[in-house]
């Protein structure tokens, strides 16, 4: 696997090695020791498999309060979707600013998300499908959201909004007070 840092200190755009023969294809998707050199120790405690099936759907931004706070892995394994992560650590060199990644069955890329981030998805294609790995158990008490279309975080979302939960769109915006996660 090779681990590319992205400008949100802690977060990884993983490429799988990918070995290919005429049956098919074999990669790896998680391997401890691979994992460390990252300093990712933490057990995956929880998988999630997720079907969206409309084209501009958008999924987040979730994320779970401290102590509750959680590392993800995320993986699309059909469809292709614009991954977005946003950092809400306190103290953060890039607290509030947000990356997007393409994610897709055809690049196998993987994003390593770290705790202090809130994550969410627009599919750019129908029927996208993702596996997500948890470092923490699902804590329906401590989870929160930021809406997608919050002004002051500013995402560039790559469609026009097709499908969000209702949920999603009631997400709170953020006042000038927030000062983010203390992990």
């Known amino acids: 696997m090779k681990f590319t840092e992205t400008q949100l200190k802690g977060s990884f755009v993983i490429e799988l090695d990918v070995f290919s023969d005429d049956r098919g294809w074999f990669a790896r998707t998680f391997c401890k020791k691979e994992f460390a050199q990252i300093g990712h120790t933490d057990e995956w405690v929880q998988l999630n498999h997720s079907v969206t099936y409309k084209k501009g759907s958008i999924r987040g931004m ?3 309060l401290p102590p509750y706070s959680e590392i993800k892995l995320v993986r699309c394994i059909a469809g292709i979707i614009n991954d977005v992560i946003i950092d ?3 103290g953060s ?3 509030l600013q947000w990356v997007g990644i393409e994610l897709s069955s055809t690049n196998r890329q993987m994003l390593y998300i770290p705790r202090g981030f809130a994550h969410g998805f627009q ?3 129908n029927h996208c499908e993702l ?6 158990f699902y804590t329906a008490s401590a989870e929160e959201g930021i809406r ?3 002004e002051r975080i500013n995402i560039k979302w790559k469609l026009p909004v097709t499908e969000i939960s209702q949920r999603d769109k009631s997400h709170p915006l953020l006042d ?3 000062t ?3 992990l």
Do not use: V
């Not at 596996?131 to 923490?136: E, G, M, Q």
């Open 123 to 125: 599919t750019l294609t």
């Open 148 to 150: 997608f279309d919050d």
């Open 180 to 182: 983010g996660l203390k």
């Open 176 to 178: 000038d007070t927030y």
């Open 88 to 90: 809400l650590r306190a």
């Open 93 to 95: 060199p890039t607290f």
């Open 131 to 136: 596996i997500y790995h948890h470092s923490s």
């Open 62 to 64: 979730h994320f779970q």
